[in-house]
């Protein structure tokens, strides 16, 4: 299944709730549909969209079942379930490739443990007084380019550089093809500052046999100029900046912005270059239909921008700053995760139930790994489901944030792992990169709030949502910081948004839903 990446949901709904959407088979459309999303329900708010498809629930393969069969499943997972979620366009570009969806191939296990596929890298050079700081090395019985003398401290080696590594591209063209005194001229000819994509020996293991390794694989960790993601909520006067298109730079610009508006508060900067609204790509799109697009986004919306710096670089190396943002969605801790967990939750009833639990609540631990590791161990019982905690070194990263022995483990970075085996379990801690949280609740207020049948989430933390989102085939390597900054589109006060199905789920004879 390599190139499609499903999204993986948790889902949590409060007792006789629902999760917000309708499961829907309909006649012309193959797959599990999502429809009729609920405005503001958990479906929403955790980044479910009209029209895709459920790929596996609670990590059982779902495709192939019949519509009945899902539904019982999801109906009959509880309060929380697990989804693996593929969006129209790749579900059907998948089916017409042929693409077995049910094949894991795409996320590699070592050892019983999940790691990210490797990914070729981005490097910006830029020359100093002493040169660019590396040789370029070819064998007569190997094929391919090399980095070799890397200075270190060099030009090359602060750029990400590594000895051995393979030259594949020089500013966006390829030179496999090429004589080693022709990729020298084309050095030669760069100037001061040249993009390099490179594939150090792991990465063209990986891909040898399966297909070509192109700039659309690559990570932008190395560069030094990042796009920046702009969130923003539309103040009485709009977003407070207008959008231009430019008679000598190709694109839609930034313009204008009012001072105390949500976009100077958020930081965007006159002459910024829009490369997408809400997630999509606007390059194509004619300034009437990226105004359109901002408009219909409502009271929020989230732009990906780039300044004159970054936009340079990403054009000398021919690739799209999107990567930036894929890269970024596809991390160990999406945007959607973080925002959802401070997203306010439609209702929040102050139930009898949350009353009478209000003494026993679990225990969110966030901690971050030192030379020691977490310093805890994590116990299981073969052949029975639940993980407790053991060994918590005194003094250590766990022991620093509550952790104690015997606390039973609820989730792992948002994810509920009640259900989940020893092995995924591990595998979503290592995963985590250099920091991990926790939600734990010690044995004696487990067992009590499992016998009242209260589910535990953060809810009975007092936070203000109950949405677990993470992304699958999550990289290890650690993210950019996110910028929440913000724009002006002169909208009218949008009434409440209806959530409407496509035109293929109108009540009909020809398609099967069901509330969920």
């Given at each position: 299944?390599?190139?499609?990446k499903?999204?993986v949901?948790s889902l ?5 709730h629902t999760?917000?959407f309708?499961?829907?088979?309909e006649?012309g459309?193959?797959g599990?549909l999502i429809?009729c ?16 498809r459920?790929?596996?629930?609670s990590g059982?393969?779902v ?5 009945s069969?899902?539904v019982?499943?999801?109906r009959n ?10 969006d ?10 042929g693409?077995n969806?049910?094949d ?5 296990v070592?050892n019983g443990?999940a790691?990210?596929?490797?990914k070729p890298k981005?490097c910006?050079?830029v020359k100093?007084s002493?040169g ?14 090399f980095m ?6 060099g030009?090359?080696d ?5 000895i051995?590594?393979?030259l594949?591209e020089v500013n966006?063209e390829?030179?496999e093809?090429?004589?080693?005194d022709?990729?020298v ?7 001061s500052r040249m993009?390099f994509?490179l ?6 293991k990986?891909?040898?046999n399966?297909h070509?390794?192109g700039a659309w694989?690559?990570t932008?960790k190395y560069?030094p100029?990042?796009?920046r993601?702009?969130d923003m909520t539309k103040g ?8 231009r298109?430019d008679p000598?730079?190709t694109?839609h610009?930034?313009k204008?912005i009012?001072w105390g508006s949500?976009a ?11 490369v ?5 790509e606007?390059?194509c799109c004619s300034h009437e239909?990226v ?9 929020k919306?989230?732009l990906l921008v780039?300044?004159k710096?970054t936009d340079k670089?990403?054009?000398?190396g ?5 990567l930036?943002w894929?890269?970024m969605n596809d991390s160990?801790?999406p945007p959607?995760?973080t925002?959802?967990l401070?997203?306010?939750a ?11 639990e209000?003494?026993f ?7 971050e790994?030192t030379?020691a590791g977490?310093g ?5 019982i073969?052949?029975?489901?639940g993980?407790?905690i053991k060994?918590v ?6 022991d620093?944030v509550?952790?104690?022995d015997e606390d039973i483990v ?12 020893h092995?995924?379990?591990?595998a979503l ?6 920091s ?7 044995k ?5 709030l499992k016998t ?13 949502s109950?949405i677990?989102v ?18 002006r589109?002169?909208t009218?006060?949008?009434?409440a948004?209806?959530?409407t199905s496509s035109?293929s789920?109108s009540?009909s004879q020809?398609?099967?839903d069901?509330?969920?």
């Amino acid at each position: 299944m390599a190139g499609y990446k499903p999204r993986v949901i948790s889902l949590t709904k409060r007792p006789g709730h629902t999760f917000g959407f309708y499961l829907r088979v309909e006649q012309g459309e193959e797959g599990h549909l999502i429809r009729c999303l609920e405005m503001g329900g958990p479906a929403e708010l955790a980044g479910m969209k009209d029209g895709d498809r459920i790929l596996r629930v609670s990590g059982t393969f779902v495709d192939g079942l019949s519509h009945s069969e899902v539904v019982d499943m999801v109906r009959n997972g509880g309060a929380s379930v697990t989804f693996h979620i593929l969006d129209e366009a790749s579900y059907k570009q998948a089916k017409a490739q042929g693409v077995n969806l049910s094949d894991p191939q795409s996320t590699p296990v070592a050892n019983g443990v999940a790691i990210q596929a490797p990914k070729p890298k981005l490097c910006y050079l830029v020359k100093s007084s002493t040169g660019f700081g590396f040789s370029l090395r070819s064998d007569k019985d190997k094929e391919g380019f090399f980095m070799t003398e890397v200075i270190p401290g060099g030009m090359a080696d602060r750029a990400g550089v590594k000895i051995n590594d393979r030259l594949l591209e020089v500013n966006g063209e390829s030179v496999e093809s090429s004589t080693h005194d022709q990729v020298v001229d084309k050095i030669k000819l760069a100037g001061s500052r040249m993009m390099f994509l490179l594939a150090d020996e792991e990465t063209e293991k990986y891909y040898k046999n399966k297909h070509k390794i192109g700039a659309w694989l690559a990570t932008t960790k190395y560069l030094p100029h990042k796009p920046r993601v702009v969130d923003m909520t539309k103040g009485p006067d709009g977003y407070g900046f207008l959008l231009r298109e430019d008679p000598i730079r190709t694109g839609h610009f930034i313009k204008d912005i009012d001072w105390g508006s949500p976009a100077e508060k958020e930081g965007l900067k006159e002459m910024d270059r829009l490369v997408a609204v809400d997630g999509n790509e606007v390059d194509c799109c004619s300034h009437e239909e990226v105004v359109d697009r901002i408009r219909e986004s409502g009271n929020k919306c989230c732009l990906l921008v780039v300044d004159k710096d970054t936009d340079k670089m990403y054009k000398q190396g021919k690739v799209s700053p999107m990567l930036f943002w894929d890269e970024m969605n596809d991390s160990n801790s999406p945007p959607s995760y973080t925002e959802a967990l401070n997203l306010p939750a439609p209702v929040r009833p102050s139930t009898a139930v949350q009353k009478r639990e209000e003494g026993f609540k679990p225990k969110l631990c966030k901690m971050e790994t030192t030379s020691a590791g977490y310093g805890f161990h994590l116990n299981g019982i073969q052949g029975e489901s639940g993980h407790y905690i053991k060994e918590v070194v005194k003094g250590g990263a766990a022991d620093r944030v509550g952790l104690e022995d015997e606390d039973i483990v609820v989730e792992v970075n948002g994810v509920n792992v009640e259900q989940s085996s020893h092995e995924e379990v591990v595998a979503l801690i290592r995963s985590s990169g250099s920091s991990l949280e926790m939600l734990v609740a010690k044995k004696s207020v487990y067992d009590q709030l499992k016998t009242k049948g209260v589910t535990i989430t953060r809810l009975l933390l007092g936070e203000t949502s109950y949405i677990q989102v993470h992304a699958v085939d999550t990289p290890k390597a650690s993210r950019e910081e996110r910028h929440e900054e913000g724009a002006r589109t002169e909208t009218p006060t949008e009434p409440a948004r209806e959530r409407t199905s496509s035109a293929s789920s109108s009540a009909s004879q020809s398609s099967v839903d069901e509330r969920l």
